[in-house]
């Protein structure tokens, strides 16, 4: 079945500095990629859609300065934290939608960030 | 508003005992439904969908849900379950875009 990794599974950075995380669609195409916020013992929460040759669409109460995303190809999302702290501490989760439509996602395995 | 909406935080079940974790929506019109199972730190794993069709929808590792119009609800269904299955169940609709999770129920398993 289709595969979606993400890198790195896990990461420590020093607060005021930043990290980058990538999702990649191993073997299917996607102009659209979902990034998920899930706190510890909580549910996941969209924090944004990330398209393809345009412009992320962020949640409300998601700061777009903050959580840069970019989707330079078809098959690669990245999400930058900027100038991370220890709020940012979280498991970032990101998702495709199958080939079939938009209803059906491939989740990655997740990107465990902790800032210090 | 669309919702999804678990309303068991966690729940205990011995081994071998039979499962069913509530989950129940709130629409326009019927979403399509999903049912994950996360183990600690660990991705989502799709359990079973339902789009349309067979109200009672079979999925991986025996489990099973029914949907059920009149009640709103998707509850997860398994008849035996095994320490295994100890994990984090997310209920999730979408109405053909963006997804929707529930708060998620803790499975605990005792022997």
């Known amino acids: 079945g289709a595969v979606v990794s993400q890198h790195p599974s896990r990461v420590i950075c020093k607060s005021g500095t930043s990290v980058k995380i990538e999702c990649r669609s191993l073997d299917f195409q996607a102009t659209t990629m979902f990034w998920y916020r899930q706190f510890p013992k909580q549910s996941l929460m969209l924090m944004a859609t990330s398209n393809e040759g345009s412009k992320a669409t962020y949640e409300q109460g998601v700061e777009k300065d903050k959580f840069l995303i970019n989707h330079a190809s078809l098959t690669l999302s990245t999400l930058t934290v900027t100038s991370a702290h220890p709020e940012d501490s979280s498991f970032y989760i990101c998702?495709?939608?199958?080939?079939?439509?938009?209803?059906?996602?491939?989740f990655g395995p997740g990107t465990r960030l902790t800032v210090t | 508003a669309q919702s999804v909406t678990q309303p068991d935080i966690h729940i205990t079940v011995s081994e071998g005992a039979s499962l069913e974790l509530r989950c129940n929506y709130s629409y326009g019109a019927t979403p399509y439904l999903f049912w994950y199972v996360q183990s600690p730190g660990q991705g989502l794993q799709l359990l079973l969908k339902y789009f349309s069709g067979d109200t009672l929808v079979q999925g991986i590792k025996g489990f099973e849900a029914e949907f059920k119009r009149s009640q709103s609800s998707f509850n997860l269904r398994k008849p035996s379950v095994h320490w295994s299955d100890a994990a984090e169940y997310f209920c999730a609709g979408t109405g053909g875009f963006k997804t929707i999770f529930g708060a998620g129920t803790r499975l605990f398993v005792k022997a």
């Open positions: 998702s495709a939608p199958s080939g079939t439509g938009l209803y059906e996602q491939y």
